[in-house]
């Protein structure tokens, strides 16, 4: 595999941050979410899923001081922005909205990646466990 290919291939964790949810808890955070993506830009993502929640959930507690499990809302000063929820976090949306959301995707890249285009045959999906 050269550069170019290995480029190509190369499943960064920003790239699950990229199309941000429909909806928000508090204004914050939006601003929480850039602020991962920020943080997990050229970090490739882990292989297995268990490594992946802790990696989100050690950003996300170094980030604003709490487990996403622990927090049930909090203000923080540097994320305000406008509107009466400004500075506001909330542990629901991210423990029901966004964790889901970015979960769902870790595993839909994670099934797009068995998949391999063999010559003179369709593309097939190859099982992780059968490998």
Same mark, same amino acid.
């Given at each position: 595999m050269d550069v170019q290919e290995k480029i190509q291939t190369r499943l960064? @964790?920003? &790239?699950?941050? $990229?199309?941000?949810?429909? !909806? #928000? %808890?508090f204004r914050g955070d939006? $601003?929480?979410w850039q602020r991962l993506r920020d943080r997990? @830009? &050229? $970090?490739? !993502?882990?292989?297995? $899923?268990n490594d992946f929640v802790a990696l989100i959930d050690n950003a996300f507690t170094a980030e604003i001081g709490v487990g996403m499990l622990a927090l049930d809302e909090a203000t923080l000063s540097g994320f305000h922005s406008d509107g009466?929820?400004? %500075?506001?976090?909330? %542990?629901?949306? #991210?423990?029901?909205t966004a964790l889901p959301i970015l979960l769902q995707r870790f595993i839909s890249t994670h099934a797009l990646s068995q998949v391999e285009d063999q010559p003179g045959k369709s593309i097939r999906y190859r099982h992780p466990s059968r490998q």
């Open positions: 960064d @964790v920003s &790239d699950l941050f $990229i199309e941000p949810p429909s !909806q #928000w %808890g939006p $601003i929480l997990f @830009v &050229d $970090i490739e !993502q882990p292989k297995c $899923i009466m929820s400004s %500075g506001m976090i909330s %542990g629901t949306f #991210w423990r029901n």
